[in-house]
């Protein structure tokens, strides 16, 4: 099960969202568009993470070069939603997706955008893995690396 939560404030990227929720940043989802091959796909990793293209391009069998972010003109285009506000399913076109591994741990509460950038859904990452399984098929893979590059603690 999911639910909508209304902050109250804007919430449209990871920092302000976990503000906004009294929630560590890595509680908190970013669902963003890649474009393989021309072709629509949806990486979806937690908190300020880095989603570093070698991995995606490993994951999808293609090269560094074949992967893009999409604009977020061409994200809204073909999700139905804004960046900053996008949630991980219920596009209007149904997108495969890789989930960086860090970001599913079994029975965690998580937050991911909510269709506006004044609302986040709410789910388990159990909930998230079990609608992404029956919608297009997901995959998960070790798709980050810390801002600076750092080591994760």
């Known amino acids: ?5 209304v902050p ?5 990227t990871v920092p302000t969202a976990a503000a906004a929720l009294g929630v560590p940043v890595d509680a908190i989802l970013k669902s963003l568009v890649f ?3 021309g072709v629509p796909r ?4 937690a908190g300020e993470d880095r989603v570093r293209y070698p991995a995606l391009a490993a994951a999808w069998g293609v090269t560094r ?7 977020p003109d061409e994200a809204l285009a073909i999700t139905g939603y804004p960046v900053g506000a996008m949630p991980p399913f ?16 079994p029975g965690r509460t998580i937050y991911a955008g909510g269709g506006s950038r004044t609302a986040l859904l709410e789910l388990q990452t159990d909930e ?3 609608v992404l399984g029956t919608a297009a098929g ?3 893979a070790d798709l980050t690396q810390p801002p600076t590059g750092g080591t994760r603690s």
């Open 8 to 12: 109250g404030v804007p919430t449209p």
């Open 65 to 71: 070069r074949q992967v893009r972010m999409a604009s």
């Open 1 to 5: 099960m999911a639910r909508l939560v």
């Open 128 to 130: 998230l893995l079990r």
């Open 138 to 140: 997901f995959a998960l």
């Open 90 to 105: 219920g596009h209007q076109r149904t997108l495969p997706a890789l989930v960086d591994a860090r970001c599913a741990p």
């Open 35 to 37: 474009l393989v091959q």
């Open 42 to 45: 949806l990486a979806i990793a």
